[in-house]
């Protein structure tokens, strides 16, 4: 027969053998998503700031497309022909 003195030693020692895997599992279930809502946190910050810069600094469109064109007439028969602006590289359709 145990005594009350002998019932508080296998508690305690069942208690940490059983919280050791509950908190391993925690750590391995946990921890990743809880690292990875921080990191999207902070690239969502870095994200909108950039896109608004790099918005500022792109070229539109509109702007590409007139660079073609403006490319694709310089090629006349006797004329020397220019294949780069300043944003576009045109390709010989062969």
């Not at 030693?9 to 750590?27: A, D, F, N, Y």
């Not at 896109?51 to 539109?60: C, K, N, Q």
Request: charged fraction near 25%; proline fraction near 4%; aromatic fraction near 8%.
């Amino acid at each position: 027969m145990r005594t009350s003195g002998q019932s508080g030693p296998v508690s305690r020692k069942l208690v940490i053998w059983l919280s050791i895997p509950v908190i391993l599992v925690g750590l391995v279930f946990g921890g990743p998503p809880a690292v990875r809502y921080k990191y999207q946190r902070e690239r969502a910050g870095w994200k909108t700031a950039t896109l608004t810069r790099l918005a500022g600094l792109s070229f539109t469109n509109e702007g590409i497309a007139q660079e073609l064109e403006t490319l694709k007439t310089s090629r006349g028969v006797r004329e020397r022909q220019e294949w780069t602006g300043d944003h576009v590289l045109l390709m010989d359709e062969r």
